[in-house]
C-alpha cells in the first residue's frame, strides 16, 4: 500500500518478542471463546422472546459501562496481568458453572441475565487491563506492529466466531458453548501465568484512592493536546464508522431486495480488508507521522461507505465493503498506537477506559439515532450521513496540527 510507504524496510525490524506472541496466541483464543459464547447466549435469549433478548445485551452491557473507569483505576493501581488473572478464574468459574446449570436445569431467564452481568462486570476491569498490555510486553518501537497483529488477530476471531457458535449450539446447546469457552479461559489463565511483563511501568500512587484516580484518567484525557483529537476521532469512528456493516447494511439490504447472504459478504469483505491492512502493518509498520495515518483511514472508509450506500449491484457493495474495512483497519492500527505510546506508565489502564468509553457512549449515540433517521427517511440517506461524517471526521484530523505533525516515537 503507498500509505505505508514510508515505513521502514522490513529486515530493518526485530521480530516482536515471544512473551508478547505467546501472550497474543492466548488472549486470542479467549477472545475467540468468547465470540462463541456470546452467539450462545443471543440465540438462548431469543427463545425467551426480543424483550428477554435485549435484557440479556443491557445485562452485558450497563455494568461494563458503568464501570469502566474504575477498572482502568484498579488495572494501574494493582496491575494488568493480575487483573487479567482474576477475571480469567472468574470466568473460567462462571462458565462452568453455567455449563453445569444449563444441563441439568436448562437455559432459564434469570439464568442468562446473571451470567451476562458477570461478564458486563468482568468486562469492566478485563478490557482496560488487556488493553494496556501490549505496551508492558514490547517496547514503544515495536508497539505499532504488534498492535496491527493483534488487530488482524480480533478480526480472524469475529469472522469465524459467530459461525463457529451457531454449530456448536446446534449439536451441544448452550452447555458445549460455555465449555468451549471455559476451555479458552483456562488456556489463556496459564499463559497468564507464565508470561510476566518485560517492560516496567510505573502504577498509580497507593495513596490516591480508586475514585480519584478514575477521575484522573479522564483528566489527562481532556487536557492533553494529542490524547483530546485522538479521542474525538475515535468518537466519529464508532459513532459513523462501526454502524454501517453492523445496523445498516442488514437494512440496506432488505430495501434493496437482496438477501441476507449479500449483507453477510459485506460484513465478511470489511473483516477481510481490515485483516489485510493489519497484517501489512505488522510487516512494514505505521506511516511516520502516526496521526496523519488515522486520519486517512477514515477519509479512505468514506468512499466505501458511500459505494456501500448508493452502489445498485451487490458486487459493488461487497467491494464497498471491503473499503471499509480498508480504511477501518488503517484507522485503528493507527490511533492505538498514537494513544498508547503517548500516555503516562501510570494511566496506561486508565487510558484505555476513557477509550472504551468514548467508543461505547459514541456507538450508543450513532445506533439509535442513524436507527431512527433510517426508519424515517431510509438506510440509504442514513449511510450517506455516515459517509459524510466520517469524510468529515478525516479531514479535520489532517488539518488538526497535534495529530496531522505527530511522528512516530
Not at 443491557?58 to 487483573?83: E, I, W
Not at 452447555?175 to 469457552?181: E, F, P, S
Not at 490516591?208 to 477521575?215: N, T
Not at 426508519?375 to 466520517?390: E, P, S
Amino acid at each position: 500500500m503507498t500509505s505505508l510507504d514510508t515505513a521502514r524496510p522490513v529486515s530493518a525490524r526485530p521480530a516482536l518478542p515471544r512473551a508478547y506472541l505467546i501472550w497474543l496466541v492466548g488472549t486470542r483464543a479467549s477472545l475467540f471463546g468468547d465470540a462463541v459464547l456470546y452467539f450462545a447466549l443471543g440465540w438462548a435469549a431469543s427463545a425467551h422472546g426480543g424483550g428477554m433478548g435485549a435484557l440479556v445485551l443491557t445485562a452485558v452491557t450497563l455494568p461494563r459501562t458503568l464501570l469502566l473507569l474504575l477498572g482502568g483505576a484498579v488495572g494501574d493501581r494493582f496491575g494488568a496481568r493480575r487483573v487479567m488473572i482474576t477475571g480469567d478464574v472468574v470466568m473460567l468459574t462462571a462458565t462452568l458453572v453455567l455449563a453445569l446449570v444449563g444441563l441439568h436445569l436448562g437455559t432459564s431467564p434469570w439464568l442468562l441475565v446473571t451470567v451476562a452481568v458477570v461478564i458486563g462486570t468482568v468486562d469492566a476491569f478485563y478490557l482496560p487491563a488487556t488493553g494496556s498490555m501490549p505496551r508492558r510486553l514490547v517496547g514503544k518501537e515495536q508497539l505499532p506492529r504488534a498492535l496491527a497483529m493483534q488487530q488482524a488477530g480480533s478480526q480472524i476471531v469475529s469472522l469465524l466466531g459467530a459461525p463457529v457458535g451457531a454449530v456448536l449450539v446446534a449439536s451441544t446447546g448452550l452447555t458445549g458453548a460455555a465449555v468451549a469457552d471455559a476451555a479458552t479461559f483456562a488456556i489463556v489463565l496459564v499463559v497468564l501465568v507464565r508470561v510476566r511483563p518485560a517492560f516496567d511501568v510505573e502504577r498509580q500512587p497507593r495513596g490516591e484512592g480508586l475514585p480519584a484516580g478514575a477521575v484522573d484518567g479522564v483528566r489527562i484525557a481532556v487536557a492533553d493536546g494529542v490524547l483530546r483529537p485522538a479521542l474525538l476521532l475515535t468518537a466519529a469512528a464508532a459513532g459513523f464508522l462501526l454502524p454501517v456493516v453492523s445496523l445498516l447494511n442488514p437494512l440496506l439490504a432488505r430495501e434493496h431486495g437482496w438477501s441476507a447472504g449479500v449483507a453477510g459478504l459485506v460484513a465478511g469483505g470489511q473483516s477481510v480488508g481490515m485483516i489485510a491492512v493489519a497484517l501489512v502493518v505488522s510487516r512494514r509498520g505505521t506511516m511516520k507521522r502516526i496521526g496523519r495515518g488515522a486520519a486517512l483511514g477514515l477519509c479512505v472508509s468514506a468512499p466505501g461507505i458511500a459505494a456501500v450506500a448508493l452502489a445498485d449491484t451487490a458486487a459493488v457493495v461487497v467491494a464497498g465493503g471491503i473499503v471499509v474495512g480498508a480504511g477501518s483497519g488503517l484507522f485503528a492500527c493507527h490511533i492505538g498506537p498514537l494513544v498508547l505510546t503517548h500516555v503516562p506508565d501510570t494511566h496506561l489502564a486508565r487510558m484505555q477506559a476513557v477509550l472504551v468509553l468514548v467508543q461505547s457512549l459514541a456507538l450508543v449515540v450513532g445506533n439509535n439515532a442513524l436507527g431512527a433517521l433510517a426508519d424515517a427517511r431510509g438506510a440509504t440517506l442514513a449511510t450517506v450521513v455516515c459517509a459524510g461524517g466520517v469524510c468529515a471526521a478525516g479531514i479535520a484530523g489532517l488539518v488538526t496540527k497535534p495529530i496531522r505533525r505527530l511522528r512516530q516515537r
